[in-house]
Structures are given as structure tokens and as C-alpha cells.
């Protein structure tokens, strides 16, 4: 496919760790797979669309240590375009440590490191890429570079994809600068409430489409004046670790694919969901003929 | 110092999270300092005694794997001879993930990685590298190799230091080989009810000393028909990894230093409450002028 999508935003370095259990505080507890991999909202997302066929470019901030040359390598191995990420000497990158518990259905404790590298500046972006893009994504992280580039990608016509993922600085310019807000649970009820009252809020800023997405209860989009619900997958997951991520990558898809909103949800829903078969936030990511197959066979919750 | 130890044991690469609190399940935790460093019994007790300008050589099993690459240049880089580590291609190494919460005053989780790698083999050891050691430190792990050491040192007249951390395959051989027992009080409980109790039955098989460490209620000795207990140092801890280990090379010190049981003990009781005022199993062994200064002018608990 020929199409370029560019993202702005954190990455990560992830530890996994599957245990059997989440442990009491002062005790041992054995890991039965030790995975690692990177990770960061926009930085998966993007990986999923390389995986797909999409030239992609990540533009972002790591230290010089090993979490940082992990990550560009990560991004390199997957044919996504690095050379906006820039490398900063000292600080720290971001790094998690995610236990995974198989007792609970795999839900997740992260333990994370917040980076202590600067971030990336807005002078640092490269305007000529953005406009020359199909899509831009951010996650709201890197608040001023964010803007400059959402700004960047206005003027050019270049539609603009929001990650929505925690209230902060700068949220409020970005949903206002977005033609497609995709937020989490979480966001939705930090900043309404809940998701459908996030959703009207989200009309006042006039997107094309807004999606709240809600784990294994699916989401819910309010488009065209309307509003549907969509019915997650029903996959055996093992760790939902960067399903967001997927979910983001398969949206985007969707719309340069020229699928309807509906299709595009629904393919975002099926590309998330089998994501989740398989522990880390990468590994799992699958092909495209797996996600229509899931789509075309596949059993709603 | 013209002294030389051999050690025996397992190695470990420790990711150490310093957290204000221990987290519930499904939460996300900030780690205030992420320290990472080699770890394991026998390692962190020979990288003790390296501190103190001893000789030390180091047996035992990596896989070829970054956490076997850095335990094996951790080891390097404090000048451990690390010919008698021997690498596996394949297989992990063993790695561990430990949080420390300072609400609860350092309490530790450990999520650990078993190691895949097979366990060094008998015949893997060099009998000359023992035999022209002045003390062989056990940790009780791959047992095979271990009792070869063992048998290999009594024959030669070496003395042997047991590090009894877990009752094991393997204990009961160790144990009658031993001259030294520095148990945990874990291994106390579970293998004869408490300390007081343990240093009873290991008597049994006549050691020249045997010592119960007890954390910060220090430790209690039985040696030359006597027993006697060695209160700990009060020091402002934050971190409590790897002091069991500093504490077993602080006893070798004392030892091959002529020191008499009572001032060994103590002096290992120093080493180790230094070692906790930094975080990871490392980076805080002190010298040999600020443990003989706590020793002096030091409170005990």
C-alpha cells in the first residue's frame, strides 16, 4: 500500500513477565516467560502498520542508554523510519516492567520509569515529512512538539489521529487540531465522566469520527451524527500489553484503506484482538489475512 | 592480600526497582531509581571480598544471553576471575526483577526468571584452581559440581563455606562437608524449626563454626561449644539486596584474616549494614575503613 503514515510521541522499553500469579508484597514469584520488546502508544501503532504494508516514520526522544538503543533497533527491525527520532546523551528513556498474571485473565501491574530526556523539541520536527504524509497520530505526550506538528499537518490538509489516552497539558489543543480521536476508557472518564458522555464532549471539537474504546466490552464511535457500539472479539487473550496500540494502527488502516467507519472500527477491533494471543506488545500483531479472516469468522463477546 | 577464594554458584542478572509503595494488582507504580547489576549468593560475595583486594574466581553457569553477557562483565569489571564460568549457547540465564518498597521500609518482591541453562556439570571444574584456593564458597546450586568442589577442597585440606539459603537436594552432603555454615533464617525454619534449633543439628556435623543470620536482629553463632549472639548495626536502610551475600564475604574476610569467630561475625555484620544504604547488591559494599570505622564507633539494634 502506498501510503505514509508519520507519529509523534513516547516510546518505551518493556519488560514482560507472565506469571502465574500477582505476588503479595516480600515474597518470590517465578516468571514462566520473560518477553521484552518496545513499546510506547504511537511507536506500536506504527509498528502495526509497517507490518501491514505502510511506510511509516516515528519522530520522538531517547536517551543513549540501553532502553533507548533498544528501542530504535526494535523500530529499525520493523521497517519503520527512525530518523526522527532523535538521541539525546544522558538522561534516562522510558522503561516498564509489566507483570502479566494468567490467574487474574492477564490483567497487568506496570512498574514504569519515567524518562528523564528531554523532550523532543518543536524545532526538532521536520514540517517536509509531515506534510508529505497521509496521516499524522499522536498520543499528547511531548505536549509543544505535538502541537507544532498537529498545526503542521492542519495547514497541509494531512488528517490529524489522536490517541487520547490520559488528561493532560495540551489535551485540549490537540482534540481541537484532530479529525479522529480515539480514546481509552480511562480518558473518556477522566475527561466527561465516561464514554458517552466523552463522546458528546468530543463532537464539540467537530472530528470526523471519535471512538472510545473499552477493553474487552468493545467501543463505542460517534460518526455521520450517529452513534454504534461495537462488540469485541472473542479471542483466548494471554496479554493484552499494547492491544490500545493495535487497535490505534488497525483504525488507521482502516481509513487509508478507504473502509467505511463501521469496517474501520470493526477491523481495529479484530487487528487488537488477536494482538492478544500471543504475550509482549508486538509479537502478537497479526497479518492482514488473519484480521479479515477474524472479522469474516470470528465470534462477537 | 595475598589470598585466594574460589567460589561455586549460581549467578543472576537483578533489574531492581526502588517504589515508593508496592502496588496493587492492575495499577501502574512509578519507579523512583531503577538500578540493575549481577547478582547471586556466591557472585556478590566474591565481588565483596574483590573490593577488599582478595583474589576470587568464580565457577559456574551462563547461558550466552544478555543477562549471562552482563553478569559474566559485571564479575570482569570487579576483577573476579570468571574462567570457571563456563557459557551455554541457548537457554536463559537466570534474571530477576526486584521491587523495593520504601513504605514498607525496603520490603522486597522478587520476580524471578529460573535459568533454562543446564547447571555446570562435575567435570566442568578445575580441581587445581581449588586445591590452590585458601577457602571454597558454596551456595548449595548445581549440585553435582558443587559436592565434586566440596570433596575436591576437604581432600586438599580447603576449608569450605556453606551459604545455606534453601534446604535442597544436596543439603545433607553439603553440610558434612562443610567447615563453615552460614545459614539464612529461612533455611533455620524449614530445616530444623528456628535457629536455635538449626545450630543444634548443625552441629551434628562438626563445623568449626555455623552462624544463623537473622536480618536486623543480626545473627546468632554457635562455634568452639559456645554460642553466642551478634546484634546488627542500626544504619538507614533502603535497600536490603545482596546483604546475605556481602554478609558471607565479610565471614571469608574475617576468616582469612585471622580474625577470632566473634570479631568475624561482627565485622561481617558491618560489611553487610553498609552495603544497605544503596540500592542493588553492589553498588554499596563498603570499604574496609568504613566497616572497621562502624565497628567501632556504629550502633547496634
Redesign the interface.
Known sequence: MNKTITGLGQASYD?I?I?DS??????????LE?TECGGGPVATALVSLSRLGVKTRFMGRVSNDRSGRLIRAGLRHEGVDTRGLKTLKGG?SQ?A?I?V?QK?GG????????PTVAPLGPDEISAAKIKTSDMLLLDGLMKEASIRAACTAKEAGVPVVFDAGTVRDGTLELLGLSDYIVASEKFARSFAGGPKKALKKFRSFNPKAATVTLGAKGSVTSAGGGTFATPAFKVAAVDTTGAGDVFHGGYIYGLISGFDIRRTVEFASAFAALKCLKPGGRDGIPTLGETLKLMKDGKKR
Chains 1, 2 share one sequence.
Open positions: 519488560y513477565a506469571t500477582y505476588p503479595p508484597e516480600d515474597t518470590k514469584q517465578e516468571i520473560w534516562k522503561t516492567f507483570v498474571s487474574t490483567k497487568r501491574t506496570i512498574f514504569w520509569q519515567r
